[in-house]
């Protein structure tokens, strides 16, 4: 039996049988529903698209109320512990896991697409020494399609292929040399013989010594926090993606304008709030007195709760196993003290346990880049980066979809109409 939704228009009596598939209804078939025909159909007010699907993916899956994850049907959980990123990002690029010799030849191919023209160094040296770490990395992700004209033509996959190929390769490369350019730092050319994790941290970090050896512990710590970033549905970044993927531009713009989308504090910004919330209760004395001002409605407990998961952040439990990790090498600071007690007490209090506000995966990504030293603005480089096989993974998904049209949402105009024109020299007289 086909499911529909029977809908009587008060207006004009009639009833309209539409069409359910896959828990929804189509815009169109609102379309259809007029008072005459000299008005326009019905259309969905939507802000922020928070009922609209806009899409067909097979990505991503989450649950929120049951703290779901799924990456092309693989429980996160799984692959965090058993897999690394270069190959969950195959997955998600190619819907399937790799064979060893498909995943012998990606990562071999994206080894050797880590250099990146000698120009694009020359192009981010000329930014000035506090430029933003994010808006360094979003402009040369753009300019890269002057680099690569043929990444234009979308329409061969061989092409495509190539162009994801780049992307992932490069992007480290770039986030690491804009963490280097705020330090007055000469930039550190990629080491074919690390991994992908060890050779971001042999460019981040690297100083006079002849060959950099990474630590497993810090490398497998920002491997997990890749994979737990690499997507996350139709979040406002891919739907950055997405929108700019519609016009048919080549996928590094696209992905540039995911990276200014993410740059927005909304978005990648939390782990950052995170780190502000802690410096400002100061020491762990404080905490109680903390507690009680966002109890009663005087404090903000940021990196608890999360707008999709109304359970426990799937990421967050696999990320706090490695921020331990990564202490054991690092050392706690007085800050990493304030968060350990914080996220104790707020798990143990009804209050917060009530509200389901666990910890969510910021909380515990930004002690992790704390600990690290990184400062707050290179954190959104870092979710960058692991985004990029998602952004690309669901730009793909759009330029192989029929369906898919250029972006052109309605709007509701509130402003005036058929006013008069006066001239200049009449409403100046």
């Known amino acids: 039996m086909t499911e529909s939704l029977t809908v009587r228009d008060n207006r004009t009596g009639v009833e309209y049988d539409i069409p359910i598939t896959d828990g929804t209804i189509r815009a169109a078939d609102l379309g259809k529903i007029k008072a005459n025909e000299d008005n326009p159909g019905l259309a969905v007010y939507d802000p922020g698209f928070v009922n609209t699907a806009s899409c067909r993916s097979s990505v991503t899956y989450i649950d929120g109320d049951k703290g779901v994850l799924e990456y092309r049907g693989y429980p996160i959980e799984q692959l965090a512990e058993k897999s690394n990123f270069l190959e969950v990002s195959y997955l998600l690029v190619h819907g399937d896991l790799p064979t060893k010799e498909e995943y012998d030849a990606w990562v071999h191919e994206i080894t050797y697409h880590t250099f990146v ?152 910004g939390a782990n950052e709030a995170v780190l502000r919330m802690l410096r400002r209760i100061g020491k762990v004395e404080n905490i109680p007195a903390f507690i009680e001002g966002v109890k009663a409605g005087n404090e903000r407990l940021m990196g608890f709760g999360h707008r999709v998961y109304k359970n426990y952040d799937p990421r967050a439990k696999l990320i706090k196993q490695q921020a331990y990790n990564v202490f054991e090498v690092t050392g706690t600071n007085p800050l990493l003290d304030i968060a350990q007690e914080l996220e104790k007490i707020a798990l143990e209090d009804e209050y917060f346990v009530s509200r389901k506000l666990y910890p969510n995966v910021d909380f515990y990504s930004g002690l992790i880049y704390e600990a690290l030293e990184f400062p707050p603005e290179m954190f959104t480089v870092l979710f960058a980066i692991g985004r990029t096989p998602g952004w690309l993974s669901q730009w793909l998904e759009l330029v192989q979809d029929k369906e898919q049209k250029i972006a052109r949402p309605k709007q509701i105009y509130t402003g005036e109409r058929g006013l008069t024109f006066v001239p200049r020299d009449v409403r100046w007289a």
């Open 117 to 268: 023209h000698e120009n694009i160094k020359e192009f981010m040296q000329g930014f000035r020494y506090d430029a933003h770490p994010m808006g360094m990395l979003m402009a040369s992700v753009g300019a890269m399609s002057t680099f690569y004209p043929d990444a234009a033509n979308i329409s061969d996959p061989d092409n495509r292929r190539l162009q994801i190929i780049r992307l992932i390769a490069k992007m480290p490369t770039l986030g690491a040399w804009a963490f280097r350019h705020a330090q007055g730092k000469p930039y550190v050319y990629p080491d074919n013989d690390l991994s992908y994790t060890g050779n971001f941290l042999s460019m981040l970090f690297k100083m006079s010594e002849s060959k950099y050896a990474p630590d497993e512990r810090i490398a497998k710590a920002l491997d997990t926090l890749f994979i737990l970033h690499a997507d996350h549905e139709q979040n406002a970044s891919a739907n950055a993606v997405r929108s700019v993927g519609s016009t048919q531009v080549d996928p590094y713009s696209s992905v540039a304008a995911g990276v200014g989308a993410l740059f927005g504090p909304l978005h990648g």
